[in-house]
């Protein structure tokens, strides 16, 4: 199987308009286009991931104009989407279709293919203790790294095959709920990443 988009080139840097934020703040926070093929026989739908590999793991530090976060750092992921019970006959999400400006919050729900279901990303608990921005985010928030980080971030978009209709997660699923109910079902996997950074040293 193999996924690809048109939005980035793989391991190219991806533009702000797909961010969920820019140097002036919060971004156009589109999803980019994916596109998929060479789907494996017995494929009765699709999940994809969103994982940012690279986040820090000294929250502290981020955002401040008095230090820099180590290149060295351990870092963790950061989960940007999960969508499950993609339709087996879809080989395309449009640049748009399901993310279109950053909502405080969350989106209440966030568009997306018919039959899909979008779980919480990330987002959630990275917002969980500020007043104005607590919610429950799901569907596709794009990247807004910190910009005193002297890592480029990467974005890896994971496209999985599976072998049932419907994945056994319900209500406001993660994507480690997602991995767990895949496991024995995956026929197939394709990935594309990109990278982005809102350090003025590295862009």
């Known amino acids: 199987m ?11 840097p991806i533009p702000a308009g797909f961010a969920a934020g820019d140097a002036s703040g919060f971004a156009a926070n589109r999803n980019p286009q994916l596109a998929w093929s060479d789907v494996p026989d017995g494929t009765r739908s699709f999940a994809l991931v969103c994982v940012d590999p690279d986040v820090p793991t000294v929250p502290e530090m981020v955002g401040r104009d008095d230090v820099a976060i180590p290149l060295e750092q351990p870092r963790g992921d950061f989960i940007h989407w999960v969508m499950v ?42 917002f969980a203790g500020n007043t104005d921005m607590a919610g429950l985010y799901r569907g596709y928030d794009g990247p807004y790294p910190p910009f005193n980080d ?26 480690a709920d997602a991995y767990r109910a895949m496991h024995g079902h995956v026929l197939a996997e394709a990935t594309v990443h990109g990278t982005y950074t809102l350090n003025p040293a590295l862009g």
């Open 150 to 175: 002297e890592r480029v971030h990467r974005y890896f978009f994971r496209l999985f095959a599976l072998d049932v209709d419907r994945l056994q997660v319900e209500g406001d699923f993660t994507a």
């Open 2 to 12: 193999k996924l690809s988009s048109q939005s980035f080139g793989n391991g190219q």
């Open 85 to 126: 019970d993609i339709p087996a006959s879809l080989r395309e999400i449009a640049a748009g279709s399901c993310s279109e400006g950053f909502s405080a919050r969350g989106k209440q729900p966030p568009m997306g293919p018919a039959g899909a279901r979008q779980g919480m990303n990330d987002y959630t608990g990275w």
